[in-house]
C-alpha cells in the first residue's frame, strides 16, 4: 500500500479531527445520555486512519529505525505532520477516557487538543506543497484549502450526525466552509486543467460535496426528518470529499 495509505490517512484523520474542532466550538460541556460519542468516533477514526498510514513505510520497526539512525528530517512538512497528529491523537484519547469515566472532561484540555487537531489539518495540506515534482500538490492555495476546508465541511457533517445538531443552527457556517471548500476544489480542476490531466474527479466531488450537501443543509428548515438530513448531508459531503482526495493522491504516480 502506498499513495492509498496517506490517501486514507488524511480523510480519516481529516475528518476525524474536523469533528473534534467543530464539537469544541460548538459544545462548551457535553451533555446527552452518550457524551463520549464524538471522542470515541474520533479517536478510532484517526487510530484506524494512522494504521493505514504506518503502511507507508511498510513497517513500524522500519519508521523507527530511520528516527534512531538520525535520516528523519525533522524539519520536513510530513514530519511534522506526523508528530503534530500525534500529540492530538493522545490528546483526543485522554478525553475521550476521561469523557467515559466522569462523562465530561476539562474544556481546556478540549481547547488544546482542538488546537493540535487543526494544526493537523493544516499540515495534512502543506505537507505536499514542497513536493515541487507534482505540479497538483505543489500548488499551495488549491492543497491547503481542498484539506483544511474539506476537512472541516465533513468534520461539521460528522458533528451533526453524531450529536444531532440541527441544521438551522449549522446552515450558515456549513455553506461558508463549503463555499472555502468549493473555491479550492475550482482552483484545483484549473491545475488538472492545466496539465493535461482530465478534472472530472474533482468536478464530481465539488458537485456532491460542497454543492449538494450545502443545497440540503440551507434547506434545512423545510426538511422534516432532521435524522435522515443528517445522514443524507454526511454521505454526501464524505463520497464528495473521498473521491476529489483520491483523485488528488492518484496524480502522484503521474508526475
Known sequence: MG????????????????????????????????????????????????????????????????????????????????????????????DCIITAVRKSSPFALRVVAAIMGLLAMLLMGTAYIDVYGNLVWCNAPATVLTFLAGDLAGGLALYALLTSADYAKLRVPFVVINVVFALGLCLEIAVFSACGISPAAQVAGLVIAPVLSSVFAALSNRIGNQKALAILVFALAFVGIAIARFSFYATGALF
Open 3 to 94: 499513495l492509498e495509505s496517506l490517501f486514507l490517512f488524511t480523510l480519516l484523520g481529516g475528518l476525524a479531527a474536523g469533528a473534534y474542532v467543530v464539537e469544541t466550538i460548538y459544545q462548551r460541556k457535553r451533555e446527552g445520555a452518550r457524551p463520549w460519542l464524538v471522542p470515541l468516533v474520533v479517536v478510532v477514526l484517526f487510530l484506524v486512519g494512522m494504521i493505514a498510514a504506518s503502511t507507508h513505510v511498510h513497517n513500524l520497526g522500519r519508521a523507527f529505525g530511520a528516527v534512531a539512525s538520525g535520516t528523519i528530517n525533522f524539519g520536513a512538512g510530513m514530519t511534522c505532520e506526523v508528530a503534530v497528529s500525534a500529540c492530538f491523537f493522545v490528546l483526543a484519547l485522554i
